[in-house]
DNA sequence: CCAGTTGCGGAGCGATTTACTCCGGTATAA
DNA sequence: TTATACCGGAGTAAATCGCTCCGCAACTGG
């Protein structure tokens, strides 16, 4: 009848391990099967039994929608040591890159398909306020092309955050391949910001894009 | 015992159009669903029977061969247009166009799944070798940046063969919007071909990359 | 060493989805 | 009208899905 004394729990640090395991394992599957990635790949990939996926997150929904919370807490983190950046040109750039490197992209399937939480929204709207100051400053700088919009910067990461090349290699388990393509990657992105500076090339085609074209998907 | 005399089939025309409704479909399918593609789906976008897809295709991977090889006898043609092109940097540019309009980048969850047939190799190193004609040119006349290989176009194509944006649109069945993000889409792919002007921004990283990169997942 | 507790992996479940077959019906040329 | 070539999609066995359940292993306090 009398109250057990408070333990630490054995396994804890294992738990935490697979943890991250698991959300890094969902999103490398999600990059390759998009919206069919299942629960029996994420959980193979981050070499974990499906059992400890279900214990942590009650439904597949349920870490789909901890992955965007976490991407978007990321996105503007990243936003916010762009903007912390002396060189406006630096800090754009910087951003763009943590973006893609974390694999916003991979969450793309998931859109629409995920109840958004409050939270969701909150990080989003801060996220892309961070944004636009980084474009406008880049913008009053001369360092970027006067066409360009924050939803086009965004539409650009979207584009580049998937790597087919990487993706499938990663698909295929040639992971001896899987250096010169991340290298090769690398090139794509530089040539794709490059491509942003101002001074260069052909102006952009068509009128700027309307952020509807990137709210509207989340319904 | 008379010879029958040769009839015209009497539905010929319409199976003509449900063949290139076909093609077409899976094309869209691919780049929506991934390796994932299913043939119910790809008849149901094509709004044909799934009895008529096996009637002009015997298999699923008879269906992907062909695709394969049209969008391979597709990038062979667009890269003798842009050879006959008088100025390199249009030639050049008309050809990477060219290849991710025809929605080369569907292809890419295929690679490895299905048997590549003698066609299919002539094509691709014919494809290949204007390519390299290409790129020489463009180096030749100062308009490309030097480090930019043949590799790297490729990858660049096939990085934005595919549009994040307009195949999800497509999938949530938004149509209204699908003109702004083609639209959109352009201004991506004319910020890419900027980038790889000569003259502009940061030096590529790392070593150029290998046609290993490139054949290898074909297998 | 022994209990006691906590988290582990994966076999198994019913429901769904898969590639593909088969056949009654329909549009067209003669 | 009749013959013919092609159509759509219900149906089939096999595979796969999200998720539950439980025997077992790993760790802590005594």
Redesign the interface.
């Known amino acids: 009848m009398s109250t057990p004394p408070p333990r630490r729990a054995p396994r804890q640090a294992e738990a935490e391990r697979n943890d991250r395991a698991l959300l890094q394992a969902a999103r490398e599957v999600l990059a ?5 990635a299942t629960v029996a790949a994420i959980a193979a990939r981050a070499g974990v039994g499906i059992g400890s996926l279900y214990r942590r997150y009650r439904t597949k929904e349920e870490l789909f929608q901890q992955l965007s919370t976490l991407s978007l807490r990321h996105s503007a983190e990243a936003a916010e040591r762009g903007l912390a950046a002396e060189d406006p040109w630096e800090g754009l750039s910087r951003y763009v890159t943590a973006c893609i490197e974390f694999g916003q ?1 991979s969450l ?2 998931v ?2 398909t995920i109840e958004v939480t409050d939270d969701m929204r909150a990080l989003a709207r801060t996220a892309n306020k961070r944004l636009m100051a980084l474009v406008t400053r880049a913008h009053q700088a001369g360092v970027l ?1 006067p066409e ?1 919009t924050p ?2 910067i965004s ?2 990461i ?3 955050a ?4 990487v993706d ?2 990663r ?2 388990g ?1 992971e001896g ?1 899987m250096p ?2 991340t ?6 992105i ?8 101002a ?9 700027p ?2 952020d ?2 990137f709210t ?2 989340w319904r």
Chains 1, 2 share one sequence.
């Open positions: 390759i099967d998009g919206a069919h992209g793309a399937p859109a629409g092309r360009v939803v086009d539409l650009l979207e584009q580049l998937r790597s087919p090349v499938q290699l698909q295929q040639r391949l010169a393509a290298e090769a990657r690398k090139r794509i530089t040539i794709a910001l490059n491509g942003l500076r001074g260069n090339g052909d102006p952009l085609p068509g009128e894009p309307t509807q074209l509207e998907r």
